[in-house]
């Protein structure tokens, strides 16, 4: 028998194209019951049947039925071309996905190891996005061009090895070389069209009166109902019943893939200790995953093989290990012997103080305020009062600045409209361009004025401040940064972090309106808009100042490593 990675792609494509008549053919059936089944109850509403039973026998019995079928056959034309143009954009879509960020040492591993499985799969093209999501899991799908994709979230990139990671790749190609994966996108893209149809219909709350009035028109709303919700649950019994034997199948054509059946072990292990949910998800999408969403217990009952849309995560860690020769137990040990040596791995933080590196803040801000620069400019107040003197930063993040407002330059003498000076025209300009007013600004530090440096924190790009510790950090790239455990922290961050969690996170709502008066007026180091001071978010009070407009958060010395502390002691 061939192996999944010795198929010729074509053979694929045309393995494709016959499930594909299959589940229209399928979804043709489907349509015709449920059409059916809504002509039957109107026609029963309407009082037909009481008088006249005989409408029912030859030529109108004939004309009904060729009608139906009819009717069926271009809505499930529709719904299947539907699902086929815009079924795997909305999962991506919805899921956030986005494709490899390069210049991330995890996300380049991942894109290498894609192409890698790529060449020994024999396929021509594979798509690879990453999942902003805390949860280990992955899945493949199969773009409308025919592309297919294999997508994993930074969870899994965080917590998998390079072996782990191939073992895992394998797997998703193992479902596209097999056809799987076009099978169950399609599937899956038809049941998220009858889950919106069912939500259309379901009436919202409303009293007990209105929905007493409702019923006064016969059985037929009931019935329509049940049939959306029919169809629906068969194609979600369609999916599960057919993934369980997939998962199984692909599991063993990632190891004739990869030859490693232990690192798939150790992974669907890991998934099993950790969560695999994906946001809100429904159960629908299920059988698009690596692992159940909601892992539902390990029964492998009937009733579990008829609802559940994966075998016990523990029967395929079984099967994998026998492959490998060794006993599951075998498998956890190098699971938990492999946390151990991670953590022992890990860099040790100490305090930015306690490095020694680069002068004080007091030496780098000397002589530097955040918009002390060339104040020559007065601005008109909503009452007609005269303020300043600005600086030209200053006077276009004032709350109450517009380009009409009256404004004088002091040098010039002149007093007019905003929008009458070149200088702030051309300023309004640079920022709707996300450019810094000041040229000279971009990438330098907010406090100290000193040039940026890029370097790699958990494997993400930032840029540091040498002299005055400070990180700017991309919002965008924050979870990856708190998924991954590379570093260590020394007791002494480990007890600033409880100060200030003692202090701070007791009363933030004080502490935070103290930093709000002290209005540093730091201005972006990216695009120039000035940054407000915030907490990180509403679970972690952490504070930081954040760039609304381009998203980047600025973190003084020590801030982003005190999050991780806070972050991890709570894990």
Known sequence: MPTPHSTDFYEIQSKQRKKSILIL????????????????AVLASSGLFGLNLGVWTGTF????????????SIIAFFHFYEARRTGAPYILKRLDARPPDLSDRYHQQFANVVEEMRIACALPEVNAYVLPQFAVNSMALVEPDGTPCVVVTEGLLADSA???????????????????????????????????????????????????????????????????????????LLSALLSREREILADAAAVEISRHPVGLARLLYKAHLKSSLIGDFGLTYSPLFIVA?????????????????????????????????????????????????????????YPFDDQGLGATKAEGSEGAPSFGENRGW????????????????????LPYF????????????L????????????ALERLRKKRPVDPSKKDRCPPCRVPLSDNFYEGVEIKVCSRCGGKLVDSAKMERILL???????????????????????????????????????????????????PYNYQYFIPADKCLACGHIWFDADELEILQVLIEKKA
């Open 25 to 40: 053919a399928v979804l043709t059936i489907f349509y015709f019951a449920a059409i059916g089944l809504i002509s039957l």
């Open 415 to 426: 007093t007019a409209q905003a929008r009458e000076f070149p200088q702030i025209r051309l």
């Open 293 to 349: 969403p909601q892992l539902t217990g390990e029964s492998d009952g009937f009733f579990s093989r008829l609802f559940n849309s994966h075998p016990p995560l523990m029967k395929r860690v079984k099967l994998l290990a026998r492959m490998a020769g060794l006993e599951p137990a075998h498998v956890i040990q190098q699971v938990w012997e492999g946390q151990k040596l991670r953590e022992e791995a890990r860099t040790r933080l």
């Open 402 to 413: 517009t380009p009409l407002r009256i404004i004088k330059s002091i040098q010039e003498d």
């Open 162 to 236: 390079r072996d782990e990671l191939q073992a895992v790749v394998a797997h998703e190609l193992g479902h596209i070389s097999r056809g799987d994966a076009f099978y169950v996108t399609l599937v899956c893209s038809l049941a998220n069209f009858l889950e919106k149809l069912r939500e259309a219909l379901e009436p919202e709350d409303a009293p007990a009166k209105d929905k007493t009035e409702t019923r006064r028109g016969g059985a037929s709303p009931v019935l329509i109902y049940l049939t959306v919700l029919t169809t629906s649950i068969s194609m979600r």
């Open 61 to 72: 019995l004939w004309k009904w039925l060729a009608a139906v079928l009819i009717v069926s």
């Open 484 to 534: 991954r455990r590379e570093f260590d922290f020394s007791q002494t961050l480990i007890e600033k972090a409880r100060a200030f969690k003692e202090e701070f996170l007791l009363n933030p709502v004080k502490k935070q309106r103290e930093k709000e008066k002290a209005v540093r007026g730091y201005v972006c180091p990216n695009c120039g808009y000035r940054m407000v001071p915030r």
């Open 378 to 397: 007065l601005i008109q107040d909503s009452k007609g009062k005269w303020r300043g003197p600005f600086g030209l930063e200053e006077i276009l993040f």
